[in-house]
């Protein structure tokens, strides 16, 4: 122990009896007030020569008795011995944040397939946040403990420092600000210790086996291409600066994109519009509208609203076409083409229904007559009988009552909305319509509704429309 750490009270201490001049302990405190320490100067000693000693160097706080009892029984000259410690003060805890989600990029690793087999399209590389999840969580601070010196004397402690945690875009503060939560579905970005939620994904080039298949909650924007076979899908729109490759784009509202080849591969399904410049052997369909500017060629486009060709060209060669109201494009066919079929006056997601309800309406009906051939043959057995079936052919029997009620019941409801289905569709005939132009091509089919209408010359503008049961070809003045 350095002569810089202790403070030496020295207090002399006379023994009782004749030697009343000589020192028996020397008293030291370290520098902090903390600890004290007693230098026996002779063997003979007492608790109370010690205590003694203490008390009268000012000594309150932390005296330890049974320490000095050991000390008497053992004395040690020369040394200093610890006799007595004070309570060190204890400085509160600053408040802290634990950032649950940084954004930071995960280890890209191919996903492997449950046969085995390894998928190194499905590698995910970024991280994704879904509302409500939690971003970060505040630690609130501590109070400081105060302490007291060996002299009584109270020691002062610092409180911990407060800190709050900054909403970003797309978070909110909640339990009284000690928790942070993302708002919106998206990856969350840690940046001067703020969380904000991105609702757009974005890649800088193409999606392909260095990006690997994206699905993304929010918005996607891929500044490239999307190659062959991959897949990209958004629960909100999807941007595309280059070109749809034989790809799946799949989107919860509208795709935007300079153009498809489909190569006959690959679907762009959008639950919104549908925006390009071309579409080429491409496989299309939307519950709103496609809007090309330029050409579709050797495609299959399905939209519930329109489909409108412009632009330089705003030409359809070789096609299937079908909007719930309208077709409008420039020119309609080519010279030397295939067959392209256009349909309106029937949404392609309301057609679907009603294809459905119509093979449910047959299969019921198949088994209506099966369970009828069934309980014909069990009421001729029983009047073979005499009027009484063996117990389980009558429990059979009336299973089979139950399940013809169900089948009429059921049969009944689907052809209430056949009905229904076909009167929307009588309407939905009466609106739509195909407007040309420029020039229709002879070979061109159109359909409105459920009449139909083969096209055998060729045609300047004009519009096709449902009046009276037939279709109509108006002639159109630009």
Known sequence: MSNCDIISVRKRLYARGSNMSGQKVEIKVDVKKLNVFVILKEDDI???DIIGALKSSGIKTGIMYEKIKNIVKKPIKGEPLLVAQGIPAVDGKDATVDYKLTGEVKERRPVILDDGSVNYKDVRSYNVVSKGDVLAIKQPLTNGKPGMDVFGNEIPAKDGKDVKIVEGKNTKLVENGMKLVASVDGIPILHDNMIEVNELFETKGDVDYSTGNIEFPGNIHVKGNVKPTFIVRAEKSVKIDGIIEAATVLSG????????????????????????????????????????DGSIVNSTVHAGKMIKVEGRTGEVISSNLIAGVAVIVKQL???????????VGMDPEFREKVNELSAKIYIDKENLKKVSRLMKALEDLK????????PDKEETYN???KTRY???????????EAKAYQEKLQKSSTDGYVRVTS???SGIEIKIGDQRLLINKDMGPSEFKSINGEISVIPYVV
Do not use: Q, W
């Open 253 to 292: 509202e509208n795709i935007e994109c300079l153009g498809v080849k489909g190569r006959s591969k690959g679907v762009v399904s959008a639950k919104g519009d549908v925006h390009a410049k071309f579409l080429e052997n491409a496989n299309v369909e939307c519950k709103g509208s496609v809007y090309i």
């Open 383 to 390: 009047k073979k009988k005499g009027g009484v079936l063996p």
């Open 406 to 416: 169900a089948l009429y019941e059921k049969v009944s409801e689907m052809l209430v």
């Open 46 to 48: 007492s608790e109370g």
């Open 333 to 343: 066919g080519a010279e030397m083409s295939s067959t392209t079929h256009v349909e």
């Open 439 to 441: 020039k229709v091509y």
């Open 399 to 401: 299973k089979l009552k």
